[in-house]
């Protein structure tokens, strides 16, 4: 192992399937170092000698990874806490991978207050911070919280950067379920495996920092993140929701199934090329990456749509279609996509599909979403207009409109009697 020193925040399946598994394998890096606050899972990594496993969903199969030599401290206990500090202020590499950039200032012993005792205290020649949050201004959030933190001045370079994640992965907490995938449990004891696919081309910001070579070296770097950032949400993201949706319309339970389904996958590919990548290309055709290109685009949609449906991934349509209320934001995955695609002339007459079909979802489950009463009890195959404008403005209460969500709900009326023909 060469002299690169990591530190990573967070030991979900991202962090630990894609991060701590690239640093390892690179074999650039001489101590990899975890913080993670639940107990029960450092000690069972400890007890194991700092070994644990990852199943990787490839095209052909489930291959299961063995990473040994990690260190995993617990920040709320003092030793640990002073460990973690120590390994920050060798760290080349840091990275944060938690459920939101929420987490940056959360607590006593929060993210950015560590990150601020390692790195003014540094003995590293320099740092960068990957940020793995889904927020596309993760990095410059985190770097101004952490900068909140310090108590002297920082005297060797640090470079904050943010990433696009197109990997898709999965915690399988059920025992029953890990022993039918046949898959190997993050410990020996723990009923608990992490599922991911075998993906890895992560975009990154550049890197700027002269001389300094990362000690992950197979991520992709890009001098703008932002047009990668909208592919992931306006491409990625939507077409994932919109097969979640359409499936759970049609009764399916996993998203395997929709393999064979050639009505709803021509839907998400029709989507994917002419609606969302239609929209992307006339925006950023300009930079002259081969992504923004119809070629380009049309290779990201057919191997994203495998991926998705990838059956050893086995990933369900209640995991993929849960958090209706984010999902169905007016500027979130389903209607930017839409609103993208009418600025530049596009009609999204597939992508209404997938919205309506959300509104369905929504609709079926009006307690675990905070519905208000007077949508209650609406049958999810029997949408009047009436229901889909109250259920998308209660959505849409705080969000800034200009008047086109008038179009968006035209658009999901006139859509309903297609909707049903395709639920059949």
């Known amino acids: 192992m060469a002299g690169h020193v990591f530190t990573g925040f967070g030991f ?9 598994n690239e640093a390892f394998s690179s074999g650039n890096f001489s101590r990899i170092v975890i913080a993670e606050i639940n107990r029960i899972l450092v000690d069972a990594v400890r007890t194991n000698n700092g070994c644990y496993y990852i199943n990787v969903a490839r095209s052909d199969g489930i291959k299961t990874v063995r990473i040994d030599g990690i260190e995993i401290y617990n920040p709320a206990v003092e030793q640990d806490r002073k460990v ?41 020649g320099a740092t960068i911070v990957y940020t793995a ?4 201004r993760a990095a410059e959030i985190l770097e101004g919280k952490v900068n909140s933190k310090l108590t002297k001045k920082i005297n060797h370079s640090v470079q904050y950067l943010n990433t696009v994640i ?22 020996p004891g723990i009923d608990r495996a992490f599922l991911v696919e075998e993906f890895n081309k992560i975009l990154v910001t550049k890197c700027k920092i002269e001389n300094f070579k990362p000690g992950i070296e197979v991520f992709l770097e890009k001098e703008d993140l932002l047009p990668f950032e909208e592919a992931k949400l306006y491409g990625h993201n939507a077409i994932h929701a919109l097969l979640a949706y359409l499936a759970a319309f049609k009764n399916y339970t996993k998203m395997k199934d929709l393999k064979t389904d050639e009505q709803i996958m021509q839907i998400a590919r029709d989507t994917f090329i002419n609606e969302s990548g239609a929209a992307l290309i006339k925006k950023y055709s300009h ?11 049309k290779i990201y949609a057919e191997d994203l749509l495998d991926r998705m449906t990838n059956p050893y ?36 007459k597939n992508m209404v ?66 909707l049903l023909k395709l639920a059949g």
């Open 84 to 124: 973690l500090i120590e390994a920050l202020s060798k760290s080349t590499e840091i990275v944060t991978s938690l459920p939101s950039v929420s987490f940056y200032d959360a607590g006593s012993n929060s993210v950015a207050s560590l990150v601020a005792q390692g790195l003014q205290n540094s003995t590293a």
């Open 353 to 418: 599909l997938g919205a309506l079909a959300g509104v369905a979802y929504l609709l079926s489950r009006p307690e675990e979403n905070g519905l208000p009463r007077d949508l209650y009890s609406k049958e999810s195959h029997i949408l009047s207009d009436s229901d889909i404008e109250k259920a998308v403005r209660w959505l849409w209460k705080d969000s800034r409109c200009n008047g086109g969500e008038n179009i968006l709900i035209d658009l999901l009326q006139q859509a309903k009697e297609k």
């Open 287 to 297: 930079l002259g990456d081969e992504l923004f290109t119809e070629k380009g685009y």
């Open 313 to 348: 991934l086995d990933d369900t349509v209640e995991r993929a279609a849960r958090d209706p209320l984010r999902k169905l934001g007016l500027n979130d995955r389903i209607f930017g996509t839409m609103s993208l695609a009418l600025e530049y002339g596009i009609e999204p």
């Open 166 to 187: 197109g990997k898709m992965s999965q915690v399988v907490n059920d025992s029953g379920e890990i022993a039918e995938k046949k898959l190997k449990t993050i410990v």
């Open 12 to 20: 979900g399946p991202i962090q630990s399937g894609l991060f701590v």
């Open 133 to 136: 949050e889904n927020n596309n």
